[in-house]
C-alpha cells in the first residue's frame, strides 16, 4: 500500500506475481527505504520476503526494489546463496543501494516437520540494490546452532497442531550510526524447547550501509563514544 497525501488515501501496487502455488503462511515480507531521498524525490523502497517461488518446498529469501514511491517494482532476485528452508527475513537500508537482511536458515527442506531440525541465523548485504541483478555477500551471525525442532508460521493454527512457536517473531535489524548492522534474535542453542533468550550481534566483516559514516562509530552503544 502506498500513500501521497499523508495517508488520507491509499492505492495498492503489486510488488510481485510469485503465481498461483505461493505459501502465503511463509512469506513475511518487510520493507525499507534508504535515505536517498530530497525534498522533491522519495527514496528508494526495498521489499524482502520469504517464498517457495523455486518449488513446494524450497523457502528462498526474495529482493525487489522500486525507484518511483512503489509504483512499479523489479523483478524479484534470490538473496540467499544456500539450499534449504529460510524464514522470518528482515532488512535495514542505508545509503543508495545499500541493504543489510537478516534471516533464520535450516539445511532441511521439511523443518517444520523435523524434530530436530538445526536452524542459524544469517546475514546479508547488497551495496548495489538497485540494479537489476544485485550482489549479494552472505555470512553467518550465530556462531552455532540457535534452534532445534520446528517453526511453525500458521498463527493461531499452531496451538491445533501443536507446532513449535518457541522463538516467537522475534528478529530484527538495524544499522548503527558507524553503518554496521545491529541483529537480535531469539536464541534456544541445541536444547529442544529449551529456555529462549535474546542474542545481540554488530557485524563488522561488511561495507558500511552508510557512504560517509564514521566507522569508529560502529557497534557502540550509546553510552561508549
Known sequence: MHSAD???????NLVADTGPNTNTDE???TLAVDDSGTSTAAGNVYSVFADNINGPSAFDIWFSHSSDRSMTWSAPVKVNSDKGTHYFPWIA???????DFIWLD????TPSDAEQSPWYTTFAQTTNGT?????FNQTSASSSVMHVGGICTNGIFCSINNGNRDLADSISIAIDRGGSA?????????????????TY???TSQQSAYAA???GSSCKGPAQK
Do not use: E
Request: net charge neutral; aromatic share 8%.
Open 27 to 29: 512469506i513475511f515480507a
Open 182 to 198: 545491529a541483529l537480535a534474535w531469539t536464541d534456544q542453542g541445541r536444547v529442544l524447547h529449551g529456555p529462549t533468550h535474546i
Open 213 to 215: 559514516a564514521n566507522a
Open 106 to 109: 535450516s539445511p532441511d527442506y
Open 93 to 99: 537500508a542505508g545509503s543508495t543501494g545499500r541493504v
Open 131 to 135: 540494479a537489476a541483478m544485485p550482489k
Open 201 to 203: 550481534g554488530c557485524n
Open 6 to 12: 499523508g495517508g488520507l488515501t491509499w492505492d495498492a
